[in-house]
């Protein structure tokens, strides 16, 4: 099992930064380099993703209770952000669709690392409760405590932060666009999970919902 996971990481952190190369160009590629923002959201991200999904130990278990759909919300993510990374340092090299000020990359950069952080603590509080699909696993029980004490959706907290944040990167407009589309996603699967944790937890979860916020602290 960790030499295939190991595999995993070491295939989905390949495609990731094949994608984001064949998107910027292989002939030039020194100068995708030159900013420091860009320079370091590779790494960052790389790192990022092999911390997850060594941190995500069960990520696509069903258990006893998965309401229908499951695959295709998760490839309906894949089918929004792998063309992503191909198109943000295709346009970014090119100026198309952009931001004409360098000061909006670090700020896209420090919202990539804190939506990162949140998801990978939120993992690690989860531990064998986490599964990629919502679902009720044998044995699962509610999770209140670390951040989870505040906020009940914090990955998805931490993907409305690091996608977006990518797009500011690479100054794209889109940020806007991939706001709107993890904000939804997050507020619509975050209903979902939560119905379904209610019928399984019943009074345990209602006591939950009322002390905590869904996404993000004293907001919403």
């Known amino acids: 099992m960790a030499v295939r996971r190991a595999i995993g990481i070491l295939m989905s952190a390949g495609v990731f930064a094949t994608l984001l190369i064949l998107g910027w160009g292989i002939r030039d590629l020194g100068s995708l380099f030159v900013s420091g923002a860009r320079a370091a959201f590779l790494p960052i991200m790389l790192i990022a993703m092999a ?7 069960t990520p696509l278990k069903k258990g006893t209770r998965t309401p229908p759909g499951q695959r295709l919300v998760l490839a309906s993510v894949q089918i929004v952000t792998l063309p992503l990374l191909v198109f943000l340092p295709y346009a970014d090299k090119r100026g198309i669709f952009v931001m004409h000020t360098e000061w909006v990359r670090w700020l896209g ?110 907001v919403y």
């Open 109 to 218: 950069l420090g919202s990539v690392l804190g939506g990162y952080a949140i998801m990978l603590v939120a993992l690690r509080t989860l531990g064998r409760n986490y599964s990629a699909y919502v679902t009720i696993q044998e044995q699962h029980r509610l999770v209140q405590t670390g951040i989870y004490s505040v906020v009940r959706n914090p990955i998805y907290l931490g993907t409305m932060l690091s996608w977006p944040g990518a797009c500011l990167v690479f100054r794209s407009w889109l940020v806007i666009p991939i706001f709107m589309y993890f904000l939804g996603f997050g507020v619509l699967r975050g209903a979902q999970e939560e119905r379904v944790l209610r019928e399984h937890f019943n009074a345990e979860f209602e006591a939950y919902r009322q002390r905590t916020w869904r996404l993000v602290p004293y």
């Open 51 to 57: 911390c997850a999904a060594a941190s995500a130990q």
